[in-house]
């Protein structure tokens, strides 16, 4: 069974997307119509003293999904995801979808939408808190833009008056090299809603924007496939002074292997089971992709500060964690003790 978690701000579609991809045989949990349902209240009014209500049914569905064999699939549907949140599911293979939809799409639906007018002040205050919480959250860290390049395999195709490169970006749900006392995945769809947003990418022969080779937009167009495996590209070589060095580079070998420019949306640290530092990039917008000399999966020494920062919060979250279940064990440890010394007297 497939669980999905949709989130993202209010009036951001999260409602129409589930509806839109939901089975026949499904169970969704979504916040807003069920308080309507249990309040009686107009769409999108709230009643505070029926939140934790709320929330019980949510982790009872999410714990009943643990063992659950005749649905075909789950839909939780939530305003943000943390890790307190994301250990709800510990024990489920989990996919997360963000709607990335604009700050100023979400306020103009709430204007346009006349079942939000008795809560649109509300509203619009819950989603420029929203933003406020997600740039600050991610923008000022992981949401920096990120350079990859790998020697996966390319290729060069030549007919009578042309060339085209053919390569692999990035390959889905393989483990980096050591990247700094971390490893990183891209996990398998990673880029499919930047794909699908309709979003100008461009490739370049090593990152250099004076040597284009194409753009989604272009005549030949600049073309990206993205399946389980990888995502791909393919462009055609232009008849310029650097697309002339490209070829021939291409002819000696010296032309090794891809690189892809990025920003990450969403991601997930974790330790795997050797005690080492995990980095999943879940979701994220891809910029550009292209051929490079020099091909190493390595991220530049200003992207590796901000992802030790990450990290480092990351590890503290878990110290702290560690830190809070070791003073419950302690706390109970005397409690049982307790027990024993007043079972003993009496």
Not at 37 to 60: M, Q, W
Not at 84 to 113: H, K, W
Not at 281 to 308: C, H, M, N, Q, W
């Amino acid at each position: 069974m497939d669980v999905n978690v949709v989130w993202g701000p209010p009036a951001s579609g999260k409602t129409t997307f589930v509806n839109e991809n939901r089975s026949g045989n499904s169970i969704t949990f979504d916040f807003d119509m069920l308080m309507r349902t249990l309040s009686g209240l107009s769409p999108h009014e709230k009643n505070p003293n029926l939140v934790g209500y709320l929330l019980d049914i949510r982790g009872l569905i999410v714990e009943r999904l643990k063992t659950e064999k005749r649905l075909d699939d789950a839909w939780i549907i939530v305003s943000w995801v943390d890790d307190n949140f994301r250990s709800l599911f510990n024990g489920i293979d989990a996919q997360y979808t963000l709607m990335e939809t604009p700050q100023d799409v979400c306020l103009q639906r709430v204007d346009d939408n006349k079942d939000r007018h008795i809560a649109a002040d509300e509203m619009k205050r819950v989603i420029n808190e929203w933003f406020d919480k997600y740039n600050q959250h991610y923008r000022g860290g992981v949401m920096k833009t990120e350079k990859r390049a790998m020697p996966f395999e390319m290729r060069m195709e030549t007919a009578e008056d042309s060339a085209r490169v053919i390569g692999a970006g990035a390959v889905y749900n393989k483990r980096s090299q050591d990247l700094g006392g971390f490893f990183e995945i891209i996990r398998e769809g990673a880029f499919k809603r930047s794909l699908e947003s309709g979003r100008v990418i461009k490739s370049f022969v090593n990152h250099d924007p004076n040597q284009v080779l194409g753009t989604t937009e272009s005549n030949p167009p600049l073309t990206i496939t993205d399946d389980k495996r990888n995502m791909g590209y393919e462009v055609e070589i232009p008849d310029t002074s650097y697309g002339k060095d490209l070829r021939e580079n291409l002819k000696r070998g010296n032309i090794k292997g891809s690189s892809f420019q990025f920003r990450t949306i969403e991601d997930n640290w974790y330790k795997d089971d050797k005690g080492e530092t995990v980095r999943e990039v879940i979701s994220a917008e891809l910029f550009e992709v292209g051929p490079v000399t020099d091909p190493a999966y390595l991220p530049t020494i200003s992207e590796l500060r901000t992802l030790k920062d990450s990290k480092d919060e990351f590890e503290a979250r878990e110290a702290e964690i560690r830190q809070k279940e070791e003073e419950k064990e302690k706390a109970r440890r005397r409690r049982m003790k307790e027990v024993e010394i007043l079972q003993a007297r009496r």
